[in-house]
């Protein structure tokens, strides 16, 4: 178990610094190529974009293409397709509100398939993977306010997967209310990260495109650190708790 906490913990840092690291290296790049130098070898490239966002927003049927994207919300519930692309597709295809309008009932669609999948086969194989993340489980399985924290913050760090998540929650009967509050809570960032990069996707390195992912890899990197923070928090408890049993 000792040696399981020290993967958790080691893991936890190693995608907070990962997180940190692209940042920097992001936030490199945009001052490099947003100079006069390299904006003009990207003219053409740019003006494509342009031209595409012009040609989607002059369509007349938008209420079908929104149709079409909450379509696509609904395989996302069973298919693996790139949250990053969905949530930036609609960006460029609408304004930024209402992107994030389209996405947000979107990404609920997605999170109300898979919290009433986990909840008919309860947890199936999702409550059992979530146990390599240590003491997760616990804490989410654990009544009071930790675990819509938890909740939150999971739903912010890349590397826990969001159906597996859900899954496990449906099967514990989490109350769906909270469950749906708490996820949007977390995954409210992506969701307008996201539409303001599909917004601006004909200025790929300017800071209205950049910008708004290095803050998400800055507050995913935090999230990592504070989930990291309640584990160890969760397990020194324990331990104060078997120490005085004894």
Do not use: C
């Not at 040609?55 to 919300?73: C, E, H, Q, R, T």
């Not at 609609?90 to 947000?104: K, L």
């Not at 109300?112 to 199936?124: C, D, E, F, Q, S």
């Not at 913050?153 to 899954?167: D, E, F, H, T, Y």
Request: glycine content about 10%.
């Amino acid at each position: 178990m000792e040696k399981k906490n020290l993967n958790r913990k080691k893991a936890l840092n190693l995608t907070s610094i990962g997180l940190f690291v692209a940042a920097i290296v992001i936030a490199v790049i945009t001052v490099v190529m947003g100079t006069k130098v390299a904006e003009g070898g990207w003219a053409e490239f740019l003006h494509s974009l342009d031209m595409l966002q012009d040609f989607i927003m002059s369509l007349d049927n938008k209420y079908l293409i929104v149709i079409a994207i909450l379509g696509v919300y609904v395989l996302r519930g069973v298919l693996p397709i790139p949250f990053p692309f969905i949530l930036m597709m609609t960006g460029v295809m609408f304004r930024p509100v209402n992107a994030i309008i389209i996405n947000t009932i979107g990404v609920t669609i997605v999170l109300l398939i898979t919290y009433y999948w986990g909840k008919v086969t309860n947890g199936g194989v999702a409550i059992k993977k979530l146990e390599k993340y240590d003491n997760v489980r616990e804490m989410m399985s654990h009544h009071g306010k930790a675990k819509l924290g938890v909740l939150v913050a999971l739903r912010l760090i890349p590397s826990v997967p969001m159906n597996m998540v859900s899954k496990a929650y449906g099967g514990m009967k989490f109350p769906i209310d909270g469950f749906v509050v708490a996820s949007l809570l977390g995954f409210f960032p992506k969701i307008w990260v996201y539409s303001v990069m599909g917004g601006n996707i004909s200025q790929p390195f300017t800071w209205k495109f950049m910008g708004p992912i290095i803050f998400l890899l800055i507050l995913s990197g935090v999230a990592a650190l504070i989930v990291n923070f309640a584990l160890e928090e969760r397990k020194g408890d324990n331990k104060n708790v078997k120490g005085s049993d004894a």
